[in-house]
């Protein structure tokens, strides 16, 4: 049977790092203590490393990546309004017709 994941808080995984980092304990001390396993702790570390304090919070997109985004979401956004601008057409189309107006 799976174990359910658990979350575990930003300030939680920084001291886990922290500790490692320092030698203050061992990687296998702290996986017994917090039932962690290894692979889930060396996961942390790395980011840790690359990241620094800065680690385990949403990483900002760069620039490109940003503009990306709002392109996307413009995109996505235009085609709403498109596919909205047609109902409402062939609504306006159809009521006229019933009406007897060409």
Known sequence: MATPRRNHTREFKLQCCRQAAT???????????H?????VLLRWRKEYEARGEAAFTEK???????LEARIAELERFCGQLSLEN?????????MNSQRGMP
């Open 60 to 66: 900002q997109p760069s620039g490109n990546e940003a």
């Open 35 to 39: 039932n962690l396993s290894e692979s």
């Open 86 to 94: 047609q109902i409402l057409k062939k609504s306006l189309k159809s």
């Open 23 to 33: 030698g203050e304990k061992r990687p296998a001390q702290i996986c017994r203590e």
